[in-house]
Structure formats: C-alpha cells, structure tokens
C-alpha cells in the first residue's frame, strides 16, 4: 500500500483493484471491519470509513444481519436508490436515571409515530470500587456505539453525551455522511452539532436565589459529573447569584 493520502482512501483503492481483479466474487462475503484493521493496522474509524464509502459508491452491498458483500448490478442499484433506508434511529444515553427515562420515552413515542426503529444504546458503566463512576470507559461505550451506529447507516443519531471529548473522527464521519445528530442536555464546545437543551445558566442562578431569599448561608452543589456544559453553566448560574447577592463563593 502507498504512502500517500488519507489512509482510508488507499485503503479503498488497493479493495477496488483487488475487486477488479476478481479476488472477490459477487455475492461473496467482504473482508471484514477487524480483519481491514488487522491487514492495514489501522482504527476501526478508518476501517468503517474506507468500507462506508465502498458501500456507497455501488462496490458493496450490506445485508442485515449477515454482513458485507460483493454488489452486483441489482445490488448496486438498490444501494444507489434514494428509498433504500434503514428507517433505524440511534439514540446513545448515559445511565437510565428518571430524566434520561424521560427522554428516552419521548424518543420512543416520536420514532413509533413516524414508523421509525430505535437502536438504543446505554454508554454509562458500573461504579469503581471506590464508589465513583468511570467515565473514562463510559466515553469509550459512547464512541463505540458511535462507530456501531455509522456502520449500521442508521437514518438519525440522538445523543446524550458523557463528559470528556468525543472521538472527533467520529463525528467527522457521521458529518461526512449527512447522518443527522442531535444532542440531548449538552452541547460540544466548539463544535457545530445541534442541541437540545434547557437554560441552565437560570437554572443555576435562580435555585440559588431560592435558597438564599429562605435564608440558606452555606450551599452546597453536588454532581456526578461536572467537566460537562449543562453542569458548567448551572455551576456559572450558580456563582453569579452569589456574587450578585454580596454572598462568598465557598470553594470547599
């Protein structure tokens, strides 16, 4: 293989020869996303990309449940059609608290009524033995889920995000594609993905006003996770209202 260009992209031409040249035969099954990592030593990101865009140009076919194969002309026909959809939805949830229960209920409600399939998928992990949550492998089971939802060509991707940064190759991915991704209570910043979230800023700035206006002196905040937006801006809200009221921030 070269040594030039992007890695998925010469990937994608040594398959296309070696298709040309009669390796594979049609209807046969393709070489698969952990056998590419392992021929070309590359991440499963690049591997489903170079496969991705095989599918989508004609060469290869995906059958639900049996794999990848070798297109012939009325599989490539098929895979070419504006109607051939999934008419999956993924939508990747951390834990299965009463407000993530809630969301999800929704979601359910609103892919049942447009004949949409939810492929559901919950990033979050057991407790360490010290009692905290191991957010490290919860962003590992999101980007996971991820890279599941790309291969699949799911239709649309919901996403209630862990805290840390997300696989960046990825999102690329789900953008270069044009899978639609929105997410749910957070937001990535920087990033330009769709959010749907509430104004956290108030909520922090008002509940502190409450407590302060019943006379409450000493507030303490706790969270699960506080390297995310949603807590950032409550904890922003928060402070601001202290100082807004002449009231000390207490750091401990």
């Not at 170079?50 to 194969?69: P, Q, S």
């Not at 299965?96 to 809630?102: A, D, H, L, N, R």
């Not at 929704?106 to 957010?135: K, N, P, Q, Y």
């Not at 006379?215 to 904890?235: K, Y």
Request: with cysteine; aromatic share 6%.
């Amino acid at each position: 293989m070269g040594t030039s260009g992007p890695k998925y992209q010469r990937i994608k031409n040594e398959l296309r020869a070696e298709v040309a040249r009669d390796e594979y035969e049609t209807g046969a099954p393709f070489i698969t996303q952990n056998q590419l990592r392992e021929r070309f030593g590359v991440s499963s990101t690049t591997a489903v990309r170079a496969l991705n865009d095989l599918v989508a140009e004609g060469l290869l076919v995906r059958r639900r449940g049996l794999g990848t194969f070798v297109a012939d002309s009325s599989d490539r026909t098929a895979e070419a059609s504006p109607a051939h959809r999934s008419g999956v939805v993924a939508c990747v949830i951390s834990g299965q608290g009463p407000y993530q229960s809630e969301v999800l209920r929704g979601i359910e409600s609103g892919c049942s009524d447009r004949g949409l399939r939810l492929f559901f998928s919950d990033s979050a992990v057991h407790m360490t033995d010290t009692g905290h949550a191991d957010h490290t492998a919860s962003l590992a089971r999101q980007d996971q889920a991820l890279r599941r939802a790309v291969e699949d060509r799911v239709e649309g991707i919901i996403l209630y995000p862990v805290q840390g940064a997300p696989d960046l190759a990825v999102l690329d991915e789900i953008r270069r594609l044009r899978i639609p991704m929105v997410l749910v209570d957070r937001y990535f910043p920087g990033l330009a993905v769709d959010a749907v979230t509430a104004d956290n800023y108030h909520v922090g700035y008002r509940l502190t006003e409450h407590l302060l206006a019943d006379g409450h002196e000493r507030i303490a905040t706790l969270w699960g996770e506080t390297q995310c937006t949603s807590v950032h801006d409550r904890m922003t809200g928060h402070k601001q209202a202290l100082r807004a009221h002449g009231r000390p921030l207490l750091p401990g």
